[in-house]
């Protein structure tokens, strides 16, 4: 299983960006058991963080405090595809962004970073 993160970029305080993350044939429903995907992201200096995580197939989330309310994940099966929707970023969501995925649905071991595959990193970089 691969996983491919994409759509970072350098954008404003309060801007918003979508990102993507697409697997390899093989991963999503139908196939795969990977239904379990979530995204991280790390700070230059500090550790990696759990930022959320969707269960792929009834779709339940879960999302760190500090982006609750401005962040979404949301998935597109027939595209293979996890998306995190970032609205009114802020200076300190300037990092790497990651996604992952666990074989099984429970994605709560994912808050801890328990992951069976991870993709490259996005930069996202929050200027003011």
């Known amino acids: 299983v691969q996983l491919q993160a994409s759509g970072g970029g350098s954008v404003q305080v309060g801007d918003s960006l979508r990102l993507s993350c697409t697997a390899s044939k093989g991963s999503f429903p139908g196939s795969f058991p990977v239904h379990a995907m979530g995204w991280f992201r790390q700070a230059p200096g500090k550790e990696r963080e759990f930022v959320g995580a969707?269960?792929?197939?009834?779709?339940?989330?879960l999302y760190d405090d500090s982006v609750k309310g401005r962040f979404t994940i949301s998935t597109d099966n027939a595209k293979n595809t996890v998306y995190l929707q970032m609205n009114n970023l802020k200076s300190e969501d300037t990092a790497i962004y990651y996604c992952?995925?666990?074989?099984?649905?429970?994605?709560?071991?994912?808050?801890?970073?328990?992951?069976?595959?991870w993709g490259q990193g996005t930069q996202v970089t929050v200027s003011s």
């Open positions: 969707i269960n792929r197939r009834d779709g339940n989330t």
């Open positions: 992952a995925g666990r074989e099984g649905r429970n994605i709560v071991p994912l808050r801890s970073g328990v992951a069976d595959y």
